[in-house]
C-alpha cells in the first residue's frame, strides 16, 4: 500500500440434539400408529363444524439468536450464495503452485481472522516497520516497508526487519462483523460529523485516501489507520500484502526487502496471480469482499441488558464524542444494506492519541494519528488496542491520551461501582 509522509489535510471536513432425537422418536412412533389404526378403522375424516373450529396453527418456532459470523439478515438468495462463495475464498488457502509469496504473513484470511468465529480478530498481529528522523517517517518503500512479510515459501527468500528501521510496531487483527454496514455510510455522513465534532479536545479528521478500485477520493474506514474506504480495495490490498496474491489492482510482488534477484529467484507464477472467473465475472477479490459485505455485525450479547447508567456514563465521561453510537447507512441497491441504523460506536476519524499511537504513518494518517475503532463485539474481541497491549478493557481506556486525555481522566475518577456500569455497557455492545 502507498505510504507517504506528507498530506493535503481537508478540515471540511455467541441438549438440542436430544430433544430433536425424542421428537424423531416420538413422531415416528405416533405415525407408526396411525398407519395400523388407519388399517383397522375406516378414515374419519375432518367435519367442518361438527366439533368447533379447527384448532389453531402451531407458533412458528422463535427465530434461532443471531451469531457471530452469521450472514446479514433479508439477503436475498442470489446473495447468501455471493456470501457462502465468498466464505469458501476466505477460507481458501493458498499453495506455491497458486501464487502464495514469495513472502507473506498467512495463507488465507482465515488464518488471522478466526475469533470469537470466522470473520472476527485474533491475537495475531502483523508489524510494520520504517525509520523517523526529526518527527519525519519514512516507511522504507525501498527495503519493503512498511508492512514486513514475515513468512516465505523458502527460506532463503525471507524478508527481515532492516538495521535502518528505527520506528517498529505492532498491529492486531480487526474482526470484520457488520463491515458491509461501515462501507454503505456515505462519506457525507462521516465529514458532516467531523465539522460538527470538532469541539474542546476532539479534532477528528476524515482519512481521505484515493479509493484503488475507482481511482475517486473517498473517506477511509477501514485499517487501524482508516487507510482503506471500500472493502474491495481492502481485500485487493491484503491478497497481495498479507498471503503474496497478485490482483488486478496491485499486479505487483513484493520483493522481499526490495530485492528483485531474490524475487525473480523464487517468484514463479505469472501476475496477476488472481484471476477472473468467466462463469461469474468474479476474482477472488471480489468474492472475498462479497464475503464481507454480507456478513452480519456482532450479535448483541445474551442475557438481560445492562442498567441503561452504564450508556449515560459513556455519554458524560465523553466517550461518545469519539465513539460516536451510531450512524445511517444511505440508499444502497442491497436491501439489506439500504439505510440502516449502523450501532458502530465509531466517528471512524483519525485522531491524534499522543503517546497511544503507532509512529506509522499511512495513506493519510500521521503516525500519531489512529482511527476510532468501533466498539460493537469490544466484549468478544481482544487483546485491545491496536498493538494489543491492553489485557483487558479497563487498560485499554487507562492507557487512552492526546484527544482522549480529558475523557481518559473523566473514567479513572468514576467512583468504582460506575466504572462496573460503564463496562458492563460495554460487553454488551
Ligand atoms: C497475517 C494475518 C492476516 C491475514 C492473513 C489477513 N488479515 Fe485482514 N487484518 C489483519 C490485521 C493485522 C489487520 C489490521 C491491519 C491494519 O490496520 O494495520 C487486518 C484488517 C483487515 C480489514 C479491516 C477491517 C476493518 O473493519 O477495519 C479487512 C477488511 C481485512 N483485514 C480483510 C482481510 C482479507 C480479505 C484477507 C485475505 C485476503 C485478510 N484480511 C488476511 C491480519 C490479517
Ligand atoms: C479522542 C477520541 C476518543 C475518545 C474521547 C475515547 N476514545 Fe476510545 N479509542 C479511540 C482510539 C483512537 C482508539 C484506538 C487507539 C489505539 O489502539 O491506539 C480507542 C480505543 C478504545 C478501546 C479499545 C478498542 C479495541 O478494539 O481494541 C476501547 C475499549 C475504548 N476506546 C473505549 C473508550 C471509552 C470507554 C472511552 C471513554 C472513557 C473512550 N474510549 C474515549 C478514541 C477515543
Redesign the pocket.
Known amino acids: 500500500m502507498k505510504t507517504s509522509t506528507t498530506r493535503t489535510r481537508r478540515r471540511c471536513l455467541l441438549t438440542a440434539t436430544a430433544i430433536v432425537s425424542t421428537t424423531l422418536v416420538t413422531g415416528y412412533a405416533l405415525a407408526q400408529s396411525q398407519i395400523i389404526t388407519a388399517m383397522q378403522h375406516p378414515a374419519v375424516r375432518y367435519q367442518p363444524d361438527a366439533n368447533g373450529p379447527p384448532p389453531p396453527p402451531p407458533p412458528p418456532p422463535p427465530p434461532p439468536p443471531p451469531k457471530f459470523g452469521a450472514p446479514l439478515p433479508g439477503l436475498t438468495n442470489d446473495q447468501m450464495l455471493a456470501f457462502a462463495a465468498g466464505l469458501g475464498q476466505f477460507k481458501n488457502v493458498e499453495t506455491v503452485a497458486s501464487g502464495l509469496g514469495p513472502i507473506f504473513n498467512g495463507s488465507s484470511c482465515a488464518a488471522c481472522h478466526t475469533r470469537p468465529a470466522l470473520g472476527g480478530?485474533s491475537n495475531i498481529v502483523t508489524t510494520r516497520f520504517g525509520r523517523t528522523v526529526d518527527g519525519v517517517f519514512n516507511p522504507l518503500t525501498n527495503l519493503g516497508g512498511s508492512l514486513l512479510q514475515d513468512k516465505a515459501i523458502a527460506p532463503g527468500a525471507r524478508e527481515f526487519i532492516p538495521q535502518s528501521a528505527n520506528t517498529i510496531a505492532h498491529r492486531?487483527t480487526?474482526a470484520l462483523f457488520g463491515d458491509g454496514l461501515i462501507e454503505a455510510i456515505p462519506d457525507a455522513t462521516i465529514l458532516h460529523n467531523a465539522a460538527v465534532s470538532q469541539t474542546g479536545?476532539?479534532h477528528?479528521l476524515p482519512a481521505m485516501i484515493t479509493d484503488v478500485t475507482t481511482d475517486k477520493e473517498r473517506v477511509g474506514r477501514f485499517g487501524?489507520k482508516a487507510q482503506q474506504a471500500t472493502l474491495l480495495a481492502f481485500a485487493a490490498d491484503a491478497f497481495v500484502n498479507e498471503m503474496g496474491i497478485t490482483n488486478r489492482y496491485f499486479p505487483t510482488e513484493n520483493a522481499p526487502n526490495g530485492n528483485q534477484s531474490l524475487l525473480a529467484k523464487y517468484d514463479h507464477v505469472a501476475d496477476p496471480e488472481d484471476t477472473t472467473d468467466p462463469k461469474t465475472g468474479k476474482a477472488g477479490i471480489d468474492r472475498a469482499a462479497d464475503y464481507m459485505r454480507y456478513l452480519a455485525p456482532p450479535p448483541p450479547r445474551p442475557g438481560p441488558p445492562p442498567p441503561q447508567a452504564g450508556a449515560q456514563l459513556?455519554q458524560t465521561?465523553?466517550?461518545?464524542?469519539?465513539?460516536t453510537p451510531s450512524m445511517q447507512t444511505g440508499p444502497n441497491s442491497v436491501a439489506a444494506l439500504n439505510q440502516k441504523p449502523v450501532f458502530l460506536y465509531s466517528?471512524l476519524l483519525?485522531?491524534?492519541?499522543g503517546s497511544?499511537?503507532?509512529g506509522i504513518a499511512q495513506g493519510f494518517a500521521l503516525g500519531t494519528?489512529?482511527?476510532?475503532?468501533?466498539?460493537w463485539g469490544?466484549g468478544a474481541?481482544?487483546?485491545?488496542?491496536?498493538?494489543?497491549r491492553?489485557a483487558t478493557?479497563d487498560q485499554?481506556?487507562r492507557?487512552?491520551d492526546?484527544?482522549?486525555k480529558?475523557?481518559?481522566d473523566?473514567?479513572i475518577n468514576l467512583p468504582e461501582a460506575q466504572k462496573q456500569q460503564?463496562l458492563a455497557f460495554?460487553n454488551s455492545i
Open positions: 480478530s492486531q480487526i479536545p476532539l477528528g487501524w459513556f465521561a465523553g466517550c461518545s464524542g469519539c465513539h466517528d483519525l485522531h491524534n492519541m497511544l499511537n503507532d494519528e489512529m482511527k476510532t475503532p468501533p466498539l469490544v474481541s481482544g487483546p485491545w488496542l491496536h498493538d494489543g491492553a478493557i485499554a481506556i492507557l487512552h492526546g484527544e482522549a480529558q475523557s481518559r473523566r473514567y460503564l460495554l
